[in-house]
């Protein structure tokens, strides 16, 4: 069984507005009783229909068609039309040549939808969404969890972060083989839900983006806007992360982190901000 925000932000990224479950709903809202019956509408009575009797056509002679006299032809209308100018038939017009923005539109319409999994954790009053990099959530021997234990010890969190919801990871997309709009869009709309829902349930000081899945669809922002802070709208203030496999291949990467997290490190460790102000006095 599914969370109540995981469910609503699946039903809104289907662009289901209105439904009715078929049976109750744990933390659900009960539904009105008068919704769960169905009345069959009355079957009008069909009105006799009379047969009539269609009158017969009667057959007319054709009338005689009077033959079309046949323009004479003489020398000199034959020179009349000689000396007279052609006039060209005007060619009929071509199909208008789409434009660029045209052909950019209609090519990102057929491109495939995005496809990545994100994993929402909560670390103390710090949430989380990370890129899982092999697309399953974290194992306690995979590198990136280890990497990821240590980024929190190092934050002054704790280095077992909890599971969100029932654990499953936000995957996209949401349907194979389906009609329904799955482009960059609705991914980042139903990112957002899914982590408006948590925040609503519980808030957080901070929240990390860690992978550039989630800084598209969660912060809006490129892959490169790493190591500082993002006020995003509905989502408070937020910390953008690289990816934990690029911080295995980089580990110059780790230093310039490391400069971003002290500097955001006062939103989540209460009394931080209080003494490194008093230091510098």
Not at 64 to 89: E, G, I, K, W
Not at 159 to 181: A, F, N, T
Not at 206 to 221: D, T
Request: glycine letters at 6%; one cysteine or more; aromatic letters at 6%.
């Amino acid at each position: 069984m599914i969370s109540e925000s995981r469910r609503r932000a699946f039903l809104g990224a289907m662009q289901i507005t209105t439904w009715l479950p078929r049976t109750e709903l744990p933390f659900a809202a009960p539904s009105r009783p008068e919704l769960l019956h169905f009345f069959e509408p009355e079957a009008e009575p069909t009105p006799a229909i009379e047969p009539r009797s269609v009158p017969q056509p009667t057959r007319s002679e054709p009338e005689p068609v009077a033959p079309t006299p046949v323009a004479s032809t003489s020398p000199a209308a034959d020179a009349v039309r000689s000396v007279m100018p052609r006039v060209a038939l005007p060619e009929p017009k071509k199909p208008a040549v789409k434009t660029r923005e045209s052909q950019t539109v209609a090519a990102e319409q057929k491109a495939a939808p995005p496809r990545f999994a994100l994993q929402l954790l909560r670390a103390g009053n710090v949430l989380l969404l990370v890129e899982l990099p092999t697309g399953e959530s974290f194992q306690s021997r995979d590198p990136a969890y280890i990497l990821l234990k240590d980024l929190l010890r190092a934050a002054r969190l704790p280095d077992k972060p909890q599971q969100v919801g029932d654990g499953e990871p936000i995957r996209w997309p949401l349907l194979h083989r389906s009609s329904l709009d799955q482009g960059a869009e609705a991914a980042r709309d139903y990112v957002q839900g899914v982590v408006a829902a948590e925040l609503e349930d519980m808030g957080c000081a901070c929240l990390w983006l860690i992978g550039s899945p989630a800084l598209r669809f969660a912060g809006e922002v490129d892959a490169d806007a790493c190591y500082r802070e993002l006020t995003i709208e509905g989502l408070g203030v937020a910390l953008t992360i690289p990816g934990l496999e690029q911080l295995m291949e980089q580990p110059g990467s780790k230093a310039q982190l490391w400069k971003a997290m002290r500097r955001s490190m006062p939103r989540w460790v209460i009394g931080l901000g209080e003494s490194t102000s008093s230091v510098h006095e």
